[in-house]
């Protein structure tokens, strides 16, 4: 073989991962342009609804919306809230995230949960037989009182946000 055939075997075999590359980088640069390499969570939480406590029940339910338009997912860690369980008996407790989950016949029960996982890009709305926020109730709490609440997250920080007293048995968020 001469000269020539090597070089140009060399160039060819070099081609492949050269051109590779140039579609990945190609790839990369529009992902980038458009806003979505490396750009961080961007939360919001909205529809902010807590049960009004019944009867001697020292613990109710609160529901949110929450919305994640960046381009990272995140994690709600905690929820908490400094007006919940004020006029209950001392160690009422704190808000725990809690999931509704179905055991054996027809019967369910309450499961705590330590986090959950807000995709990139994406909503998760509490409900009543899903996700929800277990919260000490306060015995004044009345339909349309308004609550505060600070959902922590562990890229996007602390996003506090209000959460209206609603009867039990219409639909939550």
């Keep these: 073989m001469n000269v020539r055939g090597r070089i140009t075997d060399v160039l060819l075999a070099a081609l492949a991962p ?19 390499a490396g750009s961080p969570p961007r939360i919001r939480v909205t529809d902010g609804e807590v049960f009004a406590p019944s009867g001697a029940t020292p ?3 609160a529901f949110f919306r929450i919305t994640n338009s960046g381009g990272s997912a995140d994690r709600l860690l905690e929820v908490t809230s400094g007006e ?8 009422a407790g704190t808000p725990t995230l809690s999931r509704h989950v179905m055991t054996g016949g027809n019967a369910a029960s309450d499961q705590a949960v330590a986090s959950v996982a807000v995709p990139a890009g994406e909503s998760l709305a ?14 004044d ?5 308004l609550v505060a609440f600070t959902l922590h997250f562990e890229h996007a920080g602390a996003v506090r ?9 219409r639909d939550a968020t």
């Design 18 to 36: 050269v051109a590779a590359c140039g579609v990945a980088l190609g790839g990369l640069s529009a992902w980038t342009a458009h806003g979505n």
């Design 59 to 61: 613990e109710t339910a």
């Design 84 to 91: 919940a369980g004020e006029t209950w008996e001392a160690g």
């Design 126 to 139: 509490m409900s009543p037989d899903g996700l929800d926020v277990i919260v000490p109730a306060r015995k």
């Design 141 to 145: 709490w009345q339909a349309g009182d």
């Design 161 to 169: 946000t209000l959460a209206v007293v609603v009867r039990p048995g």
